[in-house]
């Protein structure tokens, strides 16, 4: 039985082709980490602007209904506002469309949080807790500019929420708003898709990684071939002249 090879000391120098090959593994390994870097900041900007996008698309379209909504509110002579257009002439159930006031409005009206409900949907299609469509109507009523929300439906379905103030015909620049236009919409497709979206982004990058990876492993061993085939036997420049 042959004795065993005996075995390098880990302090003992490295042989002449280890040293060629340690800066192949670096040069594949910085290779792939600075595509990595790459790759992962254009992901994430890809998936921010898609996120951002859905939002500002559903915001818009949101906007649209409570701002043709609007025109359909009338007020009495007694200068308060009057709903009963907008309920005869407007499906307020689907989308859900609320109608809130500020104090100053009718007393008479359900008084919640700062605000009074003026005009609520019986039967919406889209429902949320009590507190959601009230706190998105004092955030605009208090910021003066239409906001938009993410929240859950009460089924746990991602909703978009979105709340329009509004001010009477003769405000002033500084006036409060007279009330908010608050509605839902379902943001369900638009969750999924967005999803989808940073899935196949995800698997996109790896994807990219390896083959960055693999790119870099081939580049570099050309670029150390030279060096390897230098220090193999025979391959020494000087050799001897037979006569």
Do not use: K
């Amino acid at each position: 039985m042959s004795p065993p090879l005996p075995r390098r000391s880990p302090t003992s120098p490295l042989t002449p082709t280890a040293r060629v090959l340690r800066p192949r593994r670096r040069i594949s390994l910085l290779f792939a980490l600075t595509s990595a870097v790459g790759l992962v900041a254009m992901a994430v900007f890809a998936v921010r602007s898609d996120s951002a996008r859905w939002r500002e698309q559903l915001d818009h379209s949101m906007d649209a209904d409570t701002s043709w909504a609007l025109g359909l509110l009338e007020t009495d002579e007694n200068g308060l506002l009057v709903t009963d257009v907008l309920a005869d002439t407007v499906d307020t159930g689907c989308p859900p469309l609320t109608v809130l006031l500020t104090p100053r409005a009718d007393p008479g009206t359900r008084h919640d949080g700062g605000l009074t409900v003026q005009h609520a949907p019986a039967e919406p299609c889209v429902t949320v807790g009590p507190g959601v469509v009230l706190e998105a109507g004092r955030t605009a009523a208090r910021e003066g500019a239409a906001r938009g929300f993410d929240r859950r439906a009460t089924d746990g379905a991602p909703v978009r929420v979105f709340a329009l103030p509004f001010y009477p015909a003769d405000a002033t620049e500084d006036e409060r708003p007279q009330g908010v236009l608050v509605t839902l919409a379902d943001a369900t497709a638009q969750r999924d898709d967005h999803r989808r979206l940073m899935w196949g982004v995800a698997g996109g990058c790896a994807v990219l990684v390896l083959l960055s990876a693999a790119v870099g492993h081939v580049l570099s061993g050309r670029a150390v071939r030279p060096a390897l085939s230098a220090r193999r036997p025979g391959s020494a420049s000087g050799t001897t002249c037979t006569a």
